[in-house]
């Protein structure tokens, strides 16, 4: 593992545990813990639902976890979860594989096994198979945008050794303060470390133009909800997915979030102490309603 993989767990971790001291679960929430979804120890999840909603087919909403594909699980992601569910969704939390024990594409064939698993087992869990969202933020965000293009991609599909669900696409998605190009980032050594560690012998630009999701945009990509804010530092990365969206037809919106000069960091949105992460969510929850029909 390099230096920067070890500093992001670490300082990561601890701004998680400030960020979270003191949440618990909330009273209307009910979670069905740690099921297991593959063989490794890692890839397990959690469900929440609404108890107001219970025996109630619900849609879901499916989590990607940020962390510089090198950090996170689904503890880090509970309450943020939790606060989704009670908009009325069943709401998917996992844990993937990490880099650089995992090498990519590990944790996107995690993400597509969570997917199928939805779809394997919405009668059992009361979620409606029909209309599975999906968020993701940070390196989230660009591991859905790759499986958003995956499934509706199929020049791009045919690239993996695993295969989304028969004729699935997520029925719309939320992509929060995510990378989309990894193409053209030589200043950024953080993330050309981190690309190191995710690849098997190290990064190419041949490999960083294949998990750069604004390259493998269709006119199938799902409806997309773009979310960055003031101190972002990814805050430019929209701006490099939306021509493609528009030159594909592709519906999305693109929301900035300020809190004047206070200012609003990198995955705001997922502290649920937050007055502005909370209206986020609720921006995202409304948008995804909007495809309900």
């Known amino acids: 593992m390099s230096d920067m993989s070890n500093m992001v767990r670490i300082n990561f971790k601890k701004g998680d545990d400030i960020r979270d001291a003191g949440l618990k679960t909330p009273e209307t929430i009910e979670r069905f813990d740690d099921i297991p979804y593959g063989a490794d120890v890692l890839q397990v999840m959690d469900l929440y639902r609404p108890k107001a909603r219970a ?8 989590s990607v976890h940020g962390g510089g594909w090198v950090y996170g699980d689904k503890e880090r992601y509970q309450y943020y979860c939790m606060s989704l569910a009670e908009h009325g969704f069943a709401v998917v939390n996992f844990s993937y594989r990490l880099a650089p024990e995992a090498k990519f594409p590990a944790q996107l064939e995690d993400v597509n096994t969570v997917f199928t698993w939805v779809q394997d087992n919405a009668a059992k869990y009361n979620m409606d198979a029909s209309h599975v ?24 599909a045919q690239t993996f050794s695993f295969s989304a669900p028969k004729g699935f696409i997520p029925t719309a998605i939320a992509l929060n303060c995510g990378v989309y190009s990894l193409e053209g980032n030589s200043s950024d050594e953080m993330t050309n470390v ?88 609720a921006e995202e929850c409304a948008f995804f309603k909007k495809y309900m029909d």
């Open 133 to 156: 969202f999906a968020l993701g933020d940070s390196a989230g965000g660009h591991l859905l945008s790759l499986y958003a293009a995956l499934c509706s991609n199929l020049d791009y």
């Open 55 to 62: 025996g109630e087919t619900l849609p879901v909403i499916v």
């Open 194 to 281: 981190l690309m190191d560690d995710l690849f098997l012998d190290g990064s190419t630009p041949e490999k960083l133009h294949s998990i750069s999701a604004v390259n493998f945009v269709t006119e199938a990509f799902p409806p997309t909800f773009l979310m960055t804010c003031t101190d972002d530092f990814l805050t430019e990365q929209p701006a490099l997915l939306m021509p493609q969206l528009m030159k594909c037809n592709v519906p999305f919106q693109l929301h900035f979030y300020s809190e004047g000069a206070k200012g609003l960091g990198h995955v705001f949105h997922c502290n649920m102490k937050s007055d502005a992460a909370h209206r986020c969510n």
